[in-house]
């Protein structure tokens, strides 16, 4: 399937998902404010790290290797059979520990022990979680676009359904009880549409353990692990930074810009994430990669520059209907932060490429250096610029991070014997 297929069916999920956010955030805005909004950014920067080190790490590789070994069902299978045990032993772990220390994250977490409940729905339902996600990676490493769009789209009308009726009925309780089970029901429906497949059999992703792919996958796990650990613990430091600088409510009106960030950019982070990496995959010359980096750039960057540009000159509108005026001070972050937007896809683009050629030492030092350089930075430019300081230091890192990954990313590819 080419890029503009591709990114048609997507466009259709991104709509819908758009759509769905777009309610979302109305009704978060509404019940839980400002606040809540920097609440629930460190309860979601905390699920992003436990599903990762519970077996989502792991599923870069699974698209991989599914998508490179198209032709060889039998390989195919020990990735995946290597894929489901690791992400059912580690899931398990993990729900175990959650369990365990649930008044411990309560308090640290929510600063209140009260709210210790939501880690046991998030420890019932994590395997639910970590499996969804494994079926989505395997769809999408056998171009399986339609019912990967199709899975998406039923995420996205689960996530306002229980979301909505959640956070209307309980505030910010039952908003944080629906980020912990929503994306585990919708396992459901993607088995659904797996088990109709000729390739799903269950018996196929559990048993012994290829210990040649079980290394394999561990190097993407590596990558993930340096992404996400460094990436969320620098999201939770800048918030607390934040909140001794300026309140809590101001690092809700950050949480609130980085969701718009994510609202609009979707369609090209989701193209990039389910056509690229297949895609990048299976070149095998440095000529090849190279053109399809370009199209990227070609087709993708003018994207997001037309994205930000809308956003920009129809931003008061924008906050005031997605949000409430009580949002209105994020409106200072937004010229900054869009910059850094475009940046941030035009370096995802290298990113990919590095992930799909498994350039493991380039990619975890680059994304760990800058992952932590972010914090320092942004504390120079908050002391010169104030609160828009946060989104300056956000472009000028990711400006630096798209230059040296480029240059080192297609210097070391050259060096690949491919």
């Not at 709509?15 to 769905?20: D, E, G, M, Q, V």
């Not at 609130?256 to 609202?263: E, I, K």
């Not at 990619?363 to 800058?370: D, K, L, Q, V």
């Not at 350089?373 to 908050?382: A, E, R, Y």
Request: a positive charge.
């Amino acid at each position: 399937m080419n890029l503009l297929k591709t990114s048609v069916l997507n466009g259709i999920a991104v709509l819908i998902k758009t759509a769905t956010m777009f309610i979302l955030n109305k009704i978060l805005a509404v019940y839980v404010g400002p606040a809540g909004y920097a609440i629930i950014g460190q309860f979601q920067n905390f699920i992003q790290m436990v599903t990762t080190f519970a077996g989502t790490a792991i599923n870069n590789g699974v698209v991989k290797y599914t998508a490179e070994y198209y032709e060889d069902e039998i390989k195919q299978q020990v990735v995946w059979r290597t894929a489901g045990t690791i992400v059912l032993f580690f899931s398990f772990v993990f729900s175990l520990l959650i369990l365990i220390f649930q008044k411990q994250l309560a308090v640290y977490i929510f600063h209140v022990e009260s709210f210790q409940s939501i880690f046991v729905w998030f420890a019932i339902f994590l395997l639910f979680f970590t499996f969804n996600a494994l079926l989505l990676a395997i769809l999408n490493g056998k171009k399986e676009v339609f019912r990967l769009v199709l899975a998406n789209i039923v995420g996205s009308i689960f996530s306002l359904i229980i979301t909505s009726m959640l956070a209307v009925k309980y505030g910010l309780y039952g908003a944080l009880v629906s980020l912990s089970i929503y994306q585990s029901l919708v396992f459901f429906v993607t088995f659904f549409l797996c088990y109709k497949s000729d390739w799903f059999r269950l018996s196929y992703f559990f048993g012994q353990i290829d210990k040649e792919v079980a290394g394999k996958l561990a190097a993407f796990a590596l990558m993930a692990f340096v992404s996400v650990f460094f990436g969320n613990i620098s999201q939770i430091i800048l918030r607390k930074l934040i909140i001794s600088e300026f309140g809590l409510s101001y690092a809700g009106y950050w949480e609130a810009m980085t969701r718009l960030s994510t609202g609009y950019l979707m369609l090209a982070s989701t193209v990039l994430g389910v056509y690229y990496l297949p895609k990048l995959s299976e070149l095998q010359t440095y000529s090849e990669i190279k053109k399809e980096v370009s199209n990227g750039y070609k087709y993708i960057l003018p994207l997001a520059i037309i994205a930000s540009v809308i956003v920009y000159i129809l931003r008061d509108y924008i906050v005031k209907i997605m949000f409430t005026e009580k949002f209105m001070p994020m409106l200072e972050l937004m010229f900054w932060q869009l910059i850094g937007d475009v940046i941030k896809i035009g370096s995802w683009i290298v990113s990919f490429m590095m992930l799909s050629k498994a350039m493991t030492k380039l990619f975890i030092i680059t994304e760990a250096f800058f992952l932590i350089s972010i914090i320092p930075l942004t504390m120079i430019f908050m002391s010169f610029f104030g609160y828009k300081g946060i989104s300056i230091a956000f472009a000028v890192n990711g400006l630096v991070y798209w230059v040296v990954c480029s240059v080192f990313s297609f210097k070391n590819l050259k060096g690949i014997k491919l």
